[in-house]
């Protein structure tokens, strides 16, 4: 049982346990120090309060509010004085039940939350601690097994059901039902009336989010697969992934002041995409004869083409203006792989057809999904069709540039090429 005390009180560096050497002497030095660590929880512990839906997620102040109160003296007048009261804690005792839905009881292994007095964060955590039957110091105290009646009894001049009492009131809330200004409500229509309802955040559900995707994407596994990826090795496992996730901070530079969780987490969560997929109908002419007179028009290119003929007639050459040229030559090459794509998920075997007999075979190869499973060890056709690629740039950029072109030779086709090489796994 007092394992997992001890390792509490040393990660806290409590200095009593620095000389102790043995096991039995440090559950000597953590009784005495319990002595008077249970009396202070007992008064400190309730300026926390566990919530499983803390109100602090929507508004940093959300806990604190103030109400008016008016009081008539003897002679009639009304003095008008405020008083400052919580924001009663949400504890949502859900019954497990697998109907479909993300909602509080059907996750499993959701912490509870707590808010209140960052100052008193020690104390919550120590009536946190699981104990090796896997319930927490809280737990036991709250249905007053033998483990808790023999910590509890470590005090001196405090009775029992005081200190239980005093410990328990960080889930026991006593105090008048009340709300703040500072929640979001909404009236909802429930069998011809409604309801105000306040929109919390189910903070326990959100950081157990965020402990899974942790998993799924920074795990030593994931890494492991990641990095086999990387070299190209082979692997038998496999790895998930979720895209355009966004972090959210809640707290600032004070976690803490929202919740326990939250400073758990760094006071950060995830927010998952809610958005309609974007859906776009990309049309693109299947060949008859030849790709790149039929489906490549240099008029569609004319902003990079444009661009690519200023930077061929600037005066000056450095790494910016050759980095420029690099880019405009791979941004025609990108929209050139899209058509290439948007062709191959058109009807496998489509060049096989009459109309398409005069179409090149090496065409055939890249372009028709007909070939897929042979097209990485066609080099002789991949290798034709990147340098048709290279000489169809070249050709566009000159009825761009029209009779202002700069001349290009050779050299310029044989780079054009090795450029667009680095990108070969494209059409593979």
């Known amino acids: ?30 009784k005495l120090h319990l002595k008077t660590w249970l009396a202070e929880s007992a008064v400190k512990v309730g300026q926390m309060k566990i919530s499983t839906h803390p109100c602090t997620f929507v508004h940093p102040s959300a806990n604190k509010n103030k109400i008016l109160m008016s009081q008539s003296n003897a002679k009639g007048k009304v003095k008008v004085t405020t008083k400052e009261v919580k924001t009663t804690p949400t504890i949502a005792n859900m019954q497990h039940s697998n109907d479909g839905f993300l909602r509080s009881g059907n996750v499993e292994n959701v912490e509870a939350d707590a808010l209140g007095n960052a100052a008193v964060l020690g104390y919550y955590n120590f009536l946190n601690i699981v104990l090796p039957d896997g319930k927490t110091i809280l737990w036991h105290i709250d249905n007053e097994t033998p483990e808790a009646k023999n910590l509890l009894a470590n005090v001196d001049n405090i009775e029992y059901e005081s200190l239980r009492n005093g410990l328990l009131a960080v889930k026991n809330y006593e105090g008048a039902l009340s709300t703040s200004s500072k929640l979001k409500q909404v009236y909802f229509p429930v069998n011809g009336d409604y309801h105000l309802l306040s929109v919390l955040m189910p903070s326990g559900i959100m950081f157990e989010m965020r402990k899974r995707i942790h998993q799924m994407k920074f795990s030593e596994e994931t890494k492991a697969l990641k990095e086999a990826r990387k070299n190209n090795e082979y692997s038998e496992g496999s790895f998930r992934d979720i895209a355009d996730l966004t972090l959210i901070g809640f707290g600032g530079t004070k976690p803490q002041n929202i919740s326990v969780l939250n400073n758990a987490n760094g006071g950060k969560a995830y927010y998952l995409p809610s958005l309609p997929p974007a859906l776009s109908d990309y049309k693109v002419k299947l060949p008859r004869k030849n790709f790149f007179a039929e489906v490549l028009w240099p008029g569609f290119y004319k902003e990079d083409l444009s661009a690519l003929h200023k930077l061929f007639k600037a005066d000056i050459n450095n790494i910016n203006i050759r980095q420029g040229r690099d880019n405009r030559i791979l941004n025609i090459f990108d929209d050139i792989v899209k058509k290439i794509w948007a062709i191959r998920s058109s009807e496998i075997g489509w060049c096989t057809k009459e109309r398409c007999v005069d179409l090149p075979v090496y065409q055939k190869i890249i372009l028709d999904d007909i070939y897929r499973s042979s097209r990485a060890e066609s080099e002789a056709a991949i290798n034709e069709f990147l340098t048709d690629i290279a000489r169809w740039i070249i050709i566009a950029y000159q009825k761009v540039a029209g009779t202002d072109a700069i001349k290009l030779s050779d050299d310029e086709l044989i780079y054009i090429k090795k450029l667009i090489e680095s990108q070969i796994e494209v059409l593979s």
Do not use: G, N, W
Request: net charge neutral; hydrophobic share 40%.
């Open 1 to 30: 049982m007092y394992s997992p005390i001890i390792d509490f009180f040393e990660k806290r560096k409590l200095k009593t346990l620095e000389d102790c050497k043995t096991f039995e002497e440090k559950v000597a030095a953590v």
